[in-house]
């Protein structure tokens, strides 16, 4: 009897594995052939607004004395009306030259940087930091840039034209590494970003699902971020927790693939490996905090809510493909091979296997898109940064299960940087 | 105690030497590759299609309505109550003799069959199909296609992300202040009010009989 319950709960975990897999599978390559088709120009950038809202702009900088300084350079430039635009920089408790670069900023540029300088012992994170600066906004939009982030003028216009259907409370625009050429490892991750934003993103636009707003590159409704109870501090993921929040008040997020910016991709091994690990962590908080409002909320269509329902998962599936995994080692240990035993192995791997090569498909159709496609020469090579995230993922989603028993506020981990001189000629 | 066996030391070293095995072409592939992987820093705007635009510079609103047939705000109508807040509707939802105040979002189509008017912004996750005469006096966004089989006036704006089949008439902007069109494609039947901008993402047809 206790053998059949172990074989049972094997064949248990293999069914979950090859469901979830060949859900994301057909997901994954359904996308991918209509991204290829898919148009590339954002009608909400050929809006030609005669009155454009207020905007503050938020970045949060946490020891960003390498990467500062370009940023408020581009932020101060940007094609918008001078009068409705401001920017709040948050120095979130630096120890290095951030605060003295981010005061002459806001001395040189008239007034339109304001600075806030935290004090040792606040509570640490981005998150918690630019809960600060929300106390300064008057605007009707906000949009955020992280530190190391290059706007270029047009942006801004880009992710506040949206804002003029009244159902958008949130915008993401695309993010774009300059970094590629430096390592393995950047060049691993401009792939995946470019899965990520030019299909992913781009067809939940497209059909008109609900794409993820990513915390920076964005902008956000005010009225509507108070309609769902303000910014909150106490979740690794922000982003998501808004994105889904907004969701379940009959809210979307447009993405808009032409608003892009450059960013600094990590370019070590264990700079991303934390990363990953924050990312599943937050994420996978606001998978138990909210999947159950995503399937049920009474003002999306029903299609929305499956796919929104399909994207908090995303952290998940790693971990389940890994003790999928180790099942599929241990039970041939334990269980001779008759044919049922080895069909089932086969039939389990083969599926897995061919899913876990779902994101290739995205990543392929993403270098067609961006008419780039001799850059798929590197494409063999994603399995490593896949097996790194696969391990962080796993890492993240044990931290958010302790972090959801015990009650206990999560660390943030703050992204490394990595910019030297001459670094900004590519942006 | 009995020394490793030599054939179960070997079984217990292939799987890591098959894993160095491929980890070390890996690495012979990317350093042979990484010269030209052809992997560039995408150029922003680069990849954005230029659509067509329709503009009216220089050309009086005044002007363009003697030739063509303009929409004009309707005799005042049935006003049913809706207020300032937003309305959901997840059904198709059909607009007869009334205003519309504040703000309008129907997940479905929208269908406007009389004399109608929407004061507020107005998102339509379905079709937006105009029968009889409509004026908007902000921005219109449609998911969908919009059809116009009567009269269409958008004071501010509107955006329709798939076709556009205007067999009716189309008003776009006033005479106090440009309006903007932002479409999907459009295909145009007799009638264009224009003080603005259109902008096709597709194509622009003027053809008379349009669906």
Request: glycine residues 8%; aromatic residues 10%.
């Amino acid at each position: 009897m206790t053998n059949l319950l172990i074989q049972l709960g094997f064949m248990l975990i293999f069914a979950i594995n090859a469901l979830v897999t060949l859900i994301f599978l057909v997901r994954q390559i359904t996308f991918s052939v209509v991204g290829v088709a898919h148009p590339r120009v954002n009608l909400f950038s050929k809006a030609k607004l005669s009155n454009w809202p207020t905007v503050t702009i938020l970045v949060a900088a946490h020891n960003e004395e390498k990467v500062l300084s370009g940023c408020l350079e581009h932020l101060v430039k940007l094609d918008y009306p001078s009068d409705a635009y401001n920017v709040i920089v948050v120095n979130d408790r630096s120890v290095d030259g951030t605060a003295a670069i981010l005061d002459a900023a806001a001395a040189r540029s008239n007034g339109r940087i304001e600075a806030i300088h935290r004090v040792p012992g606040s509570t640490p994170g981005k998150p918690a930091a630019l809960a600060d600066a929300f106390a300064r906004v008057t605007s009707e939009l906000v949009v955020f840039f992280d530190a190391d982030y290059l706007p270029h003028p047009p942006l801004l216009k880009k992710l506040v034209a949206p804002f003029i259907d009244p159902e958008v409370a949130a915008t993401m625009g695309r993010v774009v590494p300059y970094n590629t050429q430096t390592n393995l490892l950047t060049r691993l991750l401009d792939l995946e970003r470019r899965g990520g934003y030019a299909i992913d993103q781009a067809v939940r636009a497209a059909w008109n699902l609900l794409p993820q707003f990513g915390g920076t590159v964005g902008g956000v409704r005010m009225a509507a971020l108070a309609e769902v109870g303000g910014w909150s501090a106490d979740t690794l993921a922000e982003d998501t927790d808004l994105t889904y929040r907004l969701f379940a008040k009959g809210y979307t997020v447009e993405y808009i693939d032409d608003a892009m910016c450059y960013e600094e991709s990590p370019a070590n091994w264990h700079v991303r490996y934390k990363q990953i690990r924050r990312w599943a962590c937050g994420h996978n908080q606001c998978l138990f905090r909210y999947f159950r409002s995503t399937l049920t909320t009474p003002h999306q269509t029903l299609t929305r809510r499956l796919d929104a329902s399909l994207v908090l998962l995303f952290f998940l599936f790693p971990s389940l493909s890994l003790i999928g995994l180790g099942a599929a080692m241990v039970y041939p240990t334990l269980y001779a091979f008759p044919p049922f035993n080895f069909a089932v192995i086969s039939a389990f791997s083969f599926v897995v296997a061919f899913g876990n090569f779902s994101p290739y498909f995205q990543i392929v159709a993403a270098l067609v898109r961006d008419r780039q496609p001799s850059a798929v020469a590197m494409l063999p090579l994603i399995f490593l940064s896949s097996a790194i995230s696969m391990m962080a993922s796993t890492d993240g989603l044990v931290r958010a299960l302790w972090g959801a028993m015990s009650n206990r506020h999560l660390q943030w981990d703050k992204t490394v940087r990595f910019r030297k001189e001459g670094d900004l000629a590519a942006a | 105690m009995q020394p490793l066996d030599a054939m179960a030391g070997l079984r217990l070293a292939i799987g890591p030497a098959i894993l160095a095995a491929i980890f070390i072409a890996h690495w012979i592939y990317f350093r042979a590759r990484r010269a030209s992987d052809g992997q560039q820093v995408i150029l922003l705007d680069e990849l954005v299609n230029q659509p067509t635009l329709l503009s009216s510079p220089g050309v009086s609103f005044d002007a363009q309505s003697r030739s063509l047939i303009v929409a004009t705000l309707p005799p005042r109508p049935i006003v049913i109550g809706f207020d300032r807040t937003s309305h959901r509707s997840s059904d198709p939802f059909h607009v007869g003799d009334e205003t519309v105040g504040g703000v309008l979002i129907c997940a479905d189509d929208l269908v406007c069959e009389g004399v109608s008017r929407f004061l507020g912004a107005v998102k339509v996750g379905g079709d937006l199909i105009v029968t009889g005469d409509a004026s908007f006096a902000a921005a219109v966004i449609v998911n969908g296609v919009l059809k116009i089989e009567g009269t269409a006036h958008f004071a501010e704006g509107v955006l329709a992300k798939k076709e556009t089949f205007v067999a009716g008439g189309i008003t776009i902007g006033s005479k106090d202040g440009a309006g903007w069109a932002s479409l999907g494609e459009l295909i145009l039947g007799e009638r264009l009010g224009l003080n603005g901008d259109i902008v096709a993402s597709r194509a622009v047809q003027l053809k008379r009989g349009a669906r």
